[in-house]
């Protein structure tokens, strides 16, 4: 089927193998490059092996007499699992320890918030007082004029 005017690359037509192919070995890759790849990994077997004999690691000029401690070229070591301390607390970074810390404080603070000991705390109970007695005065003075009203309809009625 035509496309056009220009011919598609050769190398853009791609086959990706599915895994039913994979298990049963029928993948489409070219018999020659299976070829070719077993010969690379008969190569790398035979090199892996003569490695192991040689010295462990051979550094290149003054690296083998001086002897560095920089921290930054450590490798990191790899942990199993079974060779965890589950006993060790782990350490917490300085952000964790900082959130914690401030988490704790605005707890105290606020249970000393509820018992009247801070300073906001007495400033709003005062507050709440005067509202109070202010609702109060006004209450009263609504039933006075309750009563006034009264009195006068009960005069006005004689």
Do not use: C, W
């Not at 810390?101 to 018992?115: D, G, I, S, T, V």
Request: glycine content about 6%; aromatic content about 2%; proline content about 4%.
């Amino acid at each position: 089927m035509g496309r056009g005017k220009f011919k598609g690359k050769p190398t853009g037509h791609r086959h990706f193998s599915t895994p039913e192919e994979l298990r049963a070995g029928s993948s489409a890759r070219p018999r020659t490059f299976r070829k070719e790849e077993a010969e690379v990994e008969e190569v790398e077997q035979e090199e892996s092996e003569e490695e192991i004999e040689e010295e462990p690691e051979k550094r290149k000029g003054t690296q083998g007499l001086i002897q560095i401690e920089n921290p930054n070229l450590a490798k990191p070591k790899n942990v199993k699992a079974k060779d965890i301390d589950m006993g060790k607390a782990t350490e917490l970074s300085r952000r964790e320890r900082e959130e914690i810390e401030k988490q704790k404080a605005h707890e105290r603070y606020m249970k000393l918030q509820e018992q009247g000991k801070t300073e906001q705390s007495r400033k709003d109970l005062e507050r709440l007082a005067m509202i109070r007695q202010q609702r109060a005065e006004a209450a009263k003075k609504r039933e006075e004029e309750k009563a006034a009203k009264e009195q006068k309809k009960v005069e006005a009625r004689k």
